[in-house]
T-cell receptor, first 114, second 112 residues
Framework: AQKVTQAQTEISVVEKEDVTLDCVYE???????LFWYKQPPSGELVFLIR??????QNEISGRYSWNFQKSTSSFNFTITASQVVDSAVYFCALTGWEGGKLIFGQGTELSVKP | EAQVTQNPRYLITVTGKKLTVTCSQN?????MSWYRQDPGLGLRQIYY???????DKGDVPEGYKVSRKEKRNFPLILESPSPNQTSLYFCASSLTRSTEAFFGQGTRLTVV
C-alpha cells in the first residue's frame, strides 16, 4: 500500500525564519513520483514541484528548496526567510508506477506571523 | 488561459436530491480525477479517468458516479446525496499518468 505522512499538523513561525515541512512516504514501486502542492487561504491547490524516484538531486527555486532522500523515504520542503504570503496548507503527494492517482498526506498548515 | 473549471463553487442541497458538479479542462489532458478534501484526511480520490469512456474507482467511490463522454469534461454525479458527502470537492487533470495535476477552484458542497 502507498502512504504519505506529514507528521506536522500545524507550524507557526515569525517572518524571516526558515521552516522545514516534513514528508515521509511509503511505496513498493521502484518508479514513483512525488509532489508538493500549496493551498492558500483562498482554497485553490497550486502545484509547486514534481520529482521522480530516479532523480535525487535537491532542487532550489528562489526561497523554496526540496530535499529528496530515498534512503529515508523522505521529501522535505524548506522555505528560507519565510514571508506572510507563505501562510497556507502544504500537501505532499505520491503517485506510483501505474499513475493516475495522487496519494496525499494530511497536510501541514503553516502560519507565518509578521 | 490553461485551466480546470468547476461549477458550481458553492452548493447547499437536501438529502436525496440528485446533483451534478461539472468539470471542464482546456489543456487536452488525458487524465482527469475527482478528489474530496476533509479536515484531517487530506485529499482522497473518488474516481479517475484515463481517457474518453475509460473510468475507474479511486479510494472513496461509494455514492458517486462519473462519466467521460468527451475528453474535456468529467462531471461528478451524486444520485442521492447524504450528509456524509458534505465536503470540498476538487476536479483535476494531468497530461499523463505521472505528470503534475492541475486542480479546479473547488466546489464546497453541503448536504442537509
Amino acid at each position: 500500500a502507498q502512504k504519505v505522512t506529514q507528521a506536522q499538523t500545524e507550524i507557526s513561525v515569525v517572518e524571516k525564519e526558515d521552516v522545514t515541512l516534513d514528508c515521509v512516504y511509503e511505496t513498493r514501486d521502484t518508479t514513483y513520483y512525488l509532489f508538493w502542492y500549496k493551498q492558500p487561504p483562498s482554497g485553490e491547490l497550486v502545484f509547486l514541484i514534481r520529482r521522480n524516484s530516479f532523480d535525487e538531486q535537491n532542487e532550489i527555486s528562489g526561497r523554496y528548496s526540496w530535499n529528496f532522500q530515498k534512503s529515508t523515504s523522505s521529501f522535505n520542503f524548506t522555505i528560507t526567510a519565510s514571508q506572510v504570503v507563505d501562510s497556507a496548507v502544504y500537501f505532499c503527494a505520491l503517485t506510483g508506477w501505474e499513475g493516475g492517482k495522487l496519494i496525499f498526506g494530511q497536510g501541514t498548515e503553516l502560519s507565518v506571523k509578521p | 488561459e490553461a485551466q480546470v473549471t468547476q461549477n458550481p463553487r458553492y452548493l447547499i442541497t437536501v438529502t436525496g436530491k440528485k446533483l451534478t458538479v461539472t468539470c471542464s479542462q482546456n489543456m487536452n489532458h488525458e487524465y482527469m480525477s475527482w478528489y474530496r478534501q476533509d479536515p484531517g484526511l487530506g485529499l482522497r480520490q473518488i474516481y479517475y479517468s484515463m481517457n474518453v469512456e475509460v473510468t475507474d474507482k479511486g479510494d472513496v467511490p461509494e455514492g458517486y458516479k462519473v462519466s467521460r463522454k468527451e475528453k474535456r469534461n468529467f462531471p461528478l454525479i451524486l444520485e442521492s446525496p447524504s450528509p456524509n458527502q458534505t465536503s470540498l470537492y476538487f476536479c483535476a487533470s494531468s497530461l499523463t499518468r505521472s505528470t503534475e495535476a492541475f486542480f479546479g477552484q473547488g466546489t464546497r458542497l453541503t448536504v442537509v
